[in-house]
């Protein structure tokens, strides 16, 4: 097989900025050991998130002039409700300007204090919306996803079992939602198979749950739909991820992620009543329904890049730059969760750092590390992003303490994947070398983003 090309060419170029390690140490020191407190011309290889870090294409471009910025009924959006009611059968599109946004709005409605909101795993701000309506979200993960090591076709997809007697248990009166997170973010980037999507479904249904979509990679799960299940050799990315949609009730989607925008996301749904509760508050959060938070030009390059997402020579590309990452790291024993999911390597801190215990945050050093090693910025997703704290005060950690590097689409090239595998393996050589980190400081809510770190012991004594 020949070499998988990027399917495209470049016209525009932005620098990427250099520093020597010991300016890292001391831009490390001043951000407390918090990439997220790094400032991004202080990174080298920026794989801290893929969301809203896409390259867009000169057809978005256009687009961008294109935009009409009226007020009321502007063309553009009339552009990005058609595209997004043909991509997901559903009627009802409402603009917001991002995927939280979105959450936020549907949650405030379908969720608050005694409901449950059940999903294979849902993402980081989702939770915090639902939790913050006083909803309680609930992830029901099949058993394959939780061993970051082991390979499987479909490790995003839902407990069935698990739904069902979570749904005896609890009662379906007290479910609001289901949500199936596609593809499962926190979990690994990994695909729910349309068998899965199929058997939630007709659970939901017998139950009378709505069944909604986390859609942000959607044309990512639908590759790896094509690629790994049986029936669907054949078919069309569009046909596949037409068919994933025709299941949901309703979606939710970031388009920072699959549609190439760098800002943008909608709430697409059927029902009626529910969309009028919305829409109010859309009116008080967002703004009117025909933007609803952004700007003409953002509903024209979101419109464009969800048709662009379906070429399949480029989700190829994709998903193949992934797994040549993840296959580099497997092959010089690194421990990463495998098999390569569709947006981001997943390193596996617990296995990667063994002698930091769960509440010195072994992802949290491991970011900060590839960081000093080689200026390249990832993220924890362990018990930093997850954990809790018991009534006394000690950590319940996550159930896997991962590091995630979330690729860029459209932005990096080969040369820049095989440095981030070069550093990887310097740090994976040095790796025994590393010490535990401890919070100084932290938020209530989402604390990863904000949160202040201090070395646990004397010294980080890692060269
Ligand atoms: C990014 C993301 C969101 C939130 O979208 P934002 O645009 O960042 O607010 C929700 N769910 C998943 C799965 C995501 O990846």
Known sequence: MRTIIEPFRIKSVEPIYFTSRE??????????????????????????TDSGTSAMSSNQWAGIMQGDE??????????????????TGMPIVIPTHQGRAAEKILFSVMGGAEKYIVSNTLFDTTRANIECSGATGIDLLCEEGKYPSIPAPFKGNMDVEALESFIDEKGASVISLC????????????PVSMQNIREVKAICEKNGIPLFIDACRFAENAYFIKSREKGYENRSIESIATEMF???????????KDAFANIGGFIAMYDESLALKCRNLLIITEG???????????????????????????????????????????????????PAG?????????????????????GQVLACALYL??????????SLMFGKYDNCGALVPAAMELVRLAIPRR????????????????VFKKRKELKGLRIVEEALVLRHFTAKFEWASESFCFA
Do not use: W
């Open 179 to 190: 949500m199936l997170t596609i593809t499962n973010n926190s979990g690994g980037g990994q």
């Open 70 to 87: 009226s007020y009321a009924g502007s063309p553009s959006f009339y552009r990005f409700e058609k595209t997004i009611r043909e991509l």
């Open 23 to 48: 300016e890292r140490e001391r831009i490390l020191e001043k951000a407390f050991y918090n990439p997220f407190l790094i400032r991004s011309k202080d990174v080298l290889i920026d794989l801290l």
């Open 373 to 382: 090693e080689g200026g390249i910025r990832s993220v924890e997703i362990g």
């Open 411 to 426: 932005v990096y090239t080969q040369s820049h994947i095989d440095y981030v595998a070069e550093v990887i393996l310097e």
């Open 342 to 362: 569709g947006h981001a390597v997943y390193l596996d801190a617990k296995a990667f750092l063994p002698q930091i215990p769960v509440d010195q945050y072994p």
């Open 288 to 338: 009117f329904p025909t933007y609803g938070g952004l700007a003409g030009r953002d509903l024209e390059a979101i419109a464009i890049g969800l048709e662009e997402v379906m070429d399949e020579n480029y989700l190829a590309y994709r998903i193949r730059s992934i797994e040549y990452l993840t296959n580099k790291l497997v092959e010089a024993g690194v421990p990463v969760m495998q």
């Open 246 to 256: 025709s299941f949901a009730d309703g979606c939710t989607m970031s388009a920072k």
